[in-house]
DNA sequence: AGGTAGAACTTGACGCATCAAGTTCATCTT
DNA sequence: AAGATGAACTTGATGCGTCAAGTTCTACCT
């Protein structure tokens, strides 16, 4: 690797590992929860009947099936989610935000907002607010050659 | 936040979600270890004597002392690295790489090296590469409000 | 109609991270 | 010189993530 190429490895580091840290530590402080709880929550709440089915939400979460249904079951043990099968169509459940679910996503959400808005946005020049729409899409590309994922059904291209 | 932001932030978590994750996943797979347990065997072969202080290894990796602790146990267990007090001076403690943990450092590196150009580096143009490195500083100067760390002491300003 | 394949989850075991509390030194205070 | 303070770790409990395996349906094949 060139310097810039080694320059640009370690300064995305701080993006790849102390801003998660930094996000999930916060969250855990004002809302009792996980960035990835939020995650879940805050995507149902966004839906117009506040559900969705439990693939499309781990592949908007960008979420393994597996770690979806452990942390699923744990909110819904909190009540803040409830699960149903779709009947006649094998084992496809859906997810439903409940009214106690809601409250906490709406209550989360302006810290939330500051959080990114302090670590992130707020810090970065117009060019560089552009520039990062490209890397992010180019390492999801990278990554997910192809398919479908949080970010590549959301990009423009 | 208006449409740019938004979009940057979402973009945003493929680096910060995507990309460990995949770097993570291969590192197990092809070297059978973390990738931060990667970091920390990497970072100590770096250093002329292959030997650093626990405070000082775990601001180079951005960890917390106590995850250091709990990892540099794991790794002394399988040889890799062994841990001396330094007499006189208080609980400071050395951790030293040995030859078997030189040697997985030097089988690891090609293929870590591969993975963040695969996914990350080779898929950038000049300019994102140049805007990373920018990104990456002020997301450090965001979170750590001018304290030393990993980032901040490797960017030139 | 019976059997196979595969989609859509769920479950359990195990490992790693985090947080709070504990330990062990050195140094500073009075 | 005794006690307090703080620096530098270590330890243990708890919870989350991952992986492999299991379950439960539907649909297709012949």
């Known amino acids: ?20 840290a930094a996000l999930d530590a916060r969250m855990q402080r004002e809302s009792q929860m996980t960035f990835f709880e939020y995650m879940v929550l805050s995507v149902l709440s966004e839906e117009p009947d506040r559900t969705m089915q ?3 939400l781990a592949v908007r979460t960008s ?17 803040l989610l409830a699960r149903s099968r779709i009947p006649g169509a094998g084992r496809r ?21 500051a959080a990114v808005r302090e670590y992130l946005i707020d810090s970065l ?5 552009i520039a990062l ?25």
Chains 1, 2 share one sequence.
């Open 1 to 20: 690797m060139n310097s810039d190429e080694l320059a640009a490895w370690l300064a995305n580091s701080a993006i790849m590992i102390s801003l998660p």
């Open 54 to 56: 439990m693939s499309a």
């Open 63 to 79: 979420a393994s099936l597996s770690r979806l249904s452990h942390v699923v079951g744990r909110l819904e043990k909190r009540g």
């Open 93 to 113: 459940t859906n997810t439903t935000l409940t009214e106690a679910g809601y409250d906490v996503v709406v209550a989360a959400a302006p810290g939330h907002v």
């Open 125 to 129: 020049e117009p060019r560089d607010l």
């Open 133 to 157: 729409q490209r890397i992010g899409a180019a390492v999801d590309a990278a990554i997910n050659h192809g398919r479908t994922t949080a970010t590549s059904a959301t990009t423009a291209h």
